[in-house]
């Protein structure tokens, strides 16, 4: 259990947080109106576990990432981004299928992604990886790996890898129906999913996508039913409930300006983690993470200069 | 038998030339150098097929395509592009899978592509397009479709109602070992097709990819060997070597200023596929394929405006 007033204690391990999957392009439309011949696109780095890898070495936590990238220009761009943060890239494994990209219109709401994966859920288990696994505080992936093969068989070793050494679990419960295979019952894996991690953080459109439509409370009692044993749901400007099952609390949202909100979600994950790493409460934790993500929110793209979790902590007076 | 002094008959058809496979989105860098982080590509209208039915409109040509695409706003942009030149999207699939892309780097010699495919191979055999390739003169495809199921499977059926129906079938052999899934052998697949299509328009790349380095006539002599009627190889700034067999002309380039290689051989095939139906010889028609490239070697882009058929016969001397 969960206690919101209680310290996660962790065992002595070289690495904080290690992040799997996806390490991959995201290319966003320059103009609104993407209708036109000559459209541009900026490439940037991108995916979920990537970004929180990053942002996590800005807050001063000592994270890592594993996943796998093409042997093209692509790939080689996201390895020389991980390391101008201090990231090596002993856990990313180039793979012969091309670097995956989302492609994204620029959007005042949310953009609508195309998606072209490829290397990403090439990922294997290796020995490599499962000693890296079990040379970590925190394990965290989202539903990108975990919805096709061989990267599927890799995260269920590395779960179990997990619990055998009292490693924490993160999930982020991101279901999409265009990451699925057509043929396979997403929505069921990822429920399957939610009991065998300790922290789950779906926003109100992963819990529609994964129950249909209902009041958050609820959404939160249908994590919490799968076995959930920290659930945090998100609900943009209003807010977040998280609940252990006994204890329920309701966050207001720090973000006073939002001129982008890529990346906010990851921004929320890693003061989360930074927090718990550094020893804070539970609940001091959840609200650093919606103080980085407030902080996030001001500036423009997926990875924005954070400035560390103290100065935060004292801006957003959480 | 194609002699070279002869005029290749059709039947009365309603389509002159019906071009089936890749349409699909070219990123192109706006930078040679895109190592950088702001990096912007470029969105163009691209693929060879689709690119040589454009051609074929510019030239009064009555030309269609049958491909697939994503439900996407990349699948519509490439649809609307079809219908500016008149071509309406009857024979174009809209498929779950996201709108293929290459994307290329700027480059003063051949650019590296990476490959994104996904909707492209998707294509399936359908009464409609059946009905389509019975009422064409010509039929052309390239290395892409023969690359993947159920593409592959749809392309051969479409060339035995071409020879059931005395369609001529032209075939791009663009072999290249990244469009092929790794446990396929690709380049006895290729061959296994030149013997059973009118046309083969290897470039000197392409023959080395099926072939091995050799002397421009032994490459030549390997197509007929494997049952080609008729083969035109091109050797960039040095010409192209053409044969039926009995008869082998030498042609030299009629480029004189370059800016763009890209889409040259589709304006090539867009050439001689125009002058054959307007009923020139079989020489004629390849010495305009030639003009139609030189004319497009001074443009920018895979598709450029074309002028008459007869304009660009003037310009050259042909």
Not at 54 to 62: A, C, Q, S, W
Not at 122 to 131: P, R, V, W, Y
Not at 240 to 249: Q, W
Request: with cysteine; glycine share 8%; proline share 4%.
């Amino acid at each position: 259990m969960f206690e919101f007033q209680n310290v996660i204690t962790f065992q002595d391990r070289a690495i904080d947080v290690l992040t799997i999957g996806e390490l991959l392009i995201d290319l966003i439309a320059a103009e609104y109106d993407d209708a036109l011949e000559d459209t541009a696109y900026y490439r940037f780095f991108g995916g979920s576990p990537a970004n929180i890898a990053m942002n996590l070495r800005k807050l001063g936590i000592n994270s890592q990432i594993a996943a796998a990238v093409g042997k093209d220009r692509l790939g080689d761009f996201l390895i020389q981004r991980l390391q101008s943060v201090g990231i090596e890239p002993d856990l990313i494994e180039k793979v012969s299928e091309s670097t995956s990209m989302v492609l994204l219109n620029k959007s005042k709401s949310s953009p609508i992604p195309i998606f072209y994966r490829s290397a990403d859920y090439q990922l294997t288990s290796t020995s490599k990886l499962e000693e890296a696994v079990r040379g970590s505080k925190i394990l965290h992936f989202s539903c990108w790996p975990i919805s096709m093969p061989p990267a599927r068989q890799m995260i269920e070793t590395m779960i179990e890898v997990a619990a055998q050494h009292h490693i924490r679990v993160g999930f982020d419960p991101n279901y999409h129906p265009m990451l699925w295979p057509k043929d396979d019952d997403g929505v069921a894996y990822v429920k399957s999913m939610v009991g065998k991690v300790d922290f789950v953080k779906p926003s109100d459109d992963d819990a529609e996508r994964l129950f249909g439509k209902d009041k958050p409370m609820n959404q939160v009692e249908k994590f919490l039913e799968l076995g959930a044993k920290l659930v945090i749901l998100t609900m943009g400007k209003d807010g977040a409930i998280a609940s252990n099952g006994s204890e329920t609390v309701t966050f207001q949202t720090l973000a006073t300006e939002v001129a982008d909100t890529t990346g906010a979600g990851d921004a929320f994950w890693s003061g989360f983690y930074a927090s718990l790493v550094k020893g804070n409460s539970v609940q001091e934790s959840i609200s650093l993470g919606f103080a980085v993500s407030a902080y996030k929110l001001r500036y423009t793209g997926a990875v924005v200069d954070l400035p560390s979790l103290e100065t935060i902590k004292g801006m957003y007076s959480v």
